[in-house]
């Protein structure tokens, strides 16, 4: 497995990103996380709405503040995209949590988005989250793993008005200096 690491989402990686994005729309599988679709095809808006998000800058009602980060290799390949909530809501506390993530279809089962995870709970961490909420649906297994291999801890499933059940886990966050 190659070396990675979070960056925030910069111009000269948007070559990278496209790519990424290409394929994830070639797949025709749901995007996750949902920043992914933000702006795809103009960097300049995707950056700026970026940043107003994670000032907390003109969001809709009800929204809170979020970072997002691009996993990257060593060949600046965007591997993965994680979209952090500064904090929760009633809806986030049931559905989304504090960490959502994906991994580009080629890339799965690789072991990044354990990696993804993990690096996310320590930007979670500097953001002064102590207690990090990270949720999945049940039936995904592969995201239920992930979960448990960066310690979490399951707590009481969440069942949406469709039937849906939304696993959720806590995780402690990493103390920072």
Request: glycine share 8%; proline share 3%.
């Amino acid at each position: 497995m190659q070396k990675v690491k979070l960056v925030e989402p910069a111009k000269e990686l948007y070559e990278a990103y496209l790519d990424f994005y290409q394929e994830w729309i070639h797949s025709g599988e749901v995007r996750i996380p949902w920043v992914i679709d933000k702006y795809p095809y103009d960097i300049e808006k995707m950056l700026t709405f970026f940043d107003e998000h994670k000032k907390g800058i003109d969001l809709p009602e009800g929204w809170v503040p979020d970072s997002t980060y691009w996993l990257i290799n060593e060949q600046e390949q965007v591997l993965g995209v994680v979209n952090i909530r500064h904090q929760l809501t009633d809806y986030l506390m049931n559905i989304g949590g504090h960490i959502g993530y994906g991994i580009r279809p080629s890339q799965r089962q690789k072991g990044y988005a354990t990696q993804l995870l993990r690096l996310s709970i320590e930007e979670a961490s500097k953001l002064g989250i102590k207690k990090i909420l990270v949720t999945c649906d049940k039936n995904n297994i592969a995201s239920w793993k992930t979960i448990l291999k960066n310690n979490g801890v399951e707590y009481k499933d969440f069942i949406e008005e469709n039937g849906n059940v939304v696993k959720r886990f806590w995780i402690e966050g990493k103390q920072t200096l």
